[in-house]
């Protein structure tokens, strides 16, 4: 994900507002491996800032998807999360705690697929699942 200053720029060259609401947001969101769910931001960014609105949060995060500065990702657990890792990455979820993290696949890119039946790849996701450090 790019630098909160980058990303200001890269709104207003989208023609996107830039409030402080979202100024923070880019913040959190900088370098966070955590993979939040909107709610686990909102209460974080509510503390920093209160009277933030959910909705902020997930207008902004669906821009920054929509950007590419994020993805969405599904580990099974309910709720979407936000990678702003968009290297070519899979994940690893603790079926305990939920944690997810990063992880690198050498090769996945070059699995050969059985099956597919006329359909087209465009990605590949790996998901693991385990129990991390804590849980185990």
């Known amino acids: 994900?790019?630098?909160?200053?980058?990303?200001?720029?890269?709104?207003?060259?989208?023609?996107?507002?830039?409030?402080?609401?979202r100024q923070?947001?880019?913040?959190?969101?900088?370098g966070n491996t955590m993979h939040?769910?909107?709610d686990a931001l909102f209460s974080e960014a509510s503390v920093q800032m209160p009277?933030?609105?959910?909705?902020t949060v997930y207008q902004t995060l669906t821009d920054l998807a929509s950007?590419?500065?994020?993805?969405?990702?599904?580990?099974?657990?309910g709720a979407v999360r936000f990678d702003p890792n968009v290297d070519d990455h899979?994940?690893?979820?603790?079926?305990?705690?939920g944690?997810?993290?990063?992880v690198y696949v050498a090769g996945s890119h070059e699995l050969r697929i059985d099956g597919l039946n006329g359909f087209s790849v465009d990605s590949?996701?790996?998901?693991?699942h385990g129990s991390c450090a804590r849980c185990a």
């Not at 590419?68 to 599904?74: A, F, K, N």
């Not at 590949?124 to 693991?128: A, P």
């Open 1 to 21: 994900m790019k630098s909160p200053t980058e990303l200001t720029e890269a709104f207003r060259a989208n023609g996107l507002k830039v409030t402080p609401q």
């Open 24 to 30: 923070l947001l880019f913040r959190l969101m900088h």
């Open 36 to 38: 939040p769910t909107a």
């Open 51 to 55: 009277g933030i609105s959910l909705r």
């Open 67 to 77: 950007m590419g500065e994020l993805r969405l990702i599904d580990v099974g657990a």
């Open 90 to 97: 899979h994940h690893v979820v603790c079926q305990a705690c």
């Open 99 to 102: 944690d997810v993290r990063d």
């Open 124 to 128: 590949t996701s790996i998901l693991f």
